[in-house]
């Protein structure tokens, strides 16, 4: 039976930190693959400027290309918007019948959860949500259990290193001037300056 990891995100751009959590994710949750599912137009992000489709799945690509483990899903792609999680989870769900599903959100996401769209759907859906924390990151379970009665059984804590790398810094550090070279990798690093994206 495999277990597969759903790692979702807007990817502009994909930076060392998702890939390190990625990589967390799946030695400590025993995953075989996580699943990176892109999303092209975020509903909680409408009124930002994201970079095309097309730019991000390049650059997601170029961060992805030496990890077998590591696979582009195009569930969120190939269907119409707006794409919530809960029937993101729901169709991968029914691509891969027998397979064990992972959500992987990190701990500032768990605590806006209740807030999501048909989140009991989505718990009632994987098999387990892996938290991706950083060090001394508290989270309130009795709160959320609270809103989500039964989320405590399905979460699981990944420990990672404290990683203060945000895609949001990385592009304000691009349109600055400033040094963002080594928080990518470098054939993310190549695509930015080719197409001088976030200047």
Request: proline content about 8%; charged content about 25%.
């Amino acid at each position: 039976m495999a277990r597969l990891g759903i790692f979702g995100g807007t990817f502009d751009p994909p930076h060392v930190g998702h890939l390190i959590l990625a990589a967390e994710a799946c030695d400590q949750l025993e995953l075989d693959r996580v699943l990176w599912v892109i999303t092209p137009d975020p509903p909680h992000k409408l009124d930002l400027h994201i970079s095309p489709l097309d730019v991000r799945l390049r650059m997601l690509q170029a961060a992805l290309d030496d990890d077998p483990r590591f696979v582009i899903s195009r569930v969120d792609i190939d269907r119409p918007g707006p794409q919530y999680a809960a029937d993101t989870v729901q169709i991968i769900k029914t691509q891969n019948p027998g397979s064990q599903l992972y959500y992987l959100l990190g701990g500032d996401s768990l605590h806006d959860l209740p807030k999501w769209h048909a989140p009991q759907r989505l718990l009632a859906t994987v098999d387990g949500v892996g938290v991706m924390r950083r060090p001394g990151d508290r989270v309130d379970m009795g709160g959320l259990e609270r809103y989500l009665p039964g989320i405590g059984t399905r979460v699981c804590f990944v420990e990672s290193p404290l990683l203060e790398i945000a895609s949001r810094d990385i592009r304000e550090r691009a349109a600055d001037g400033r040094h963002f070279r080594y928080f990518l990798p470098d054939a993310v690093y190549q695509i930015i300056l080719e197409l001088g994206l976030y200047r």
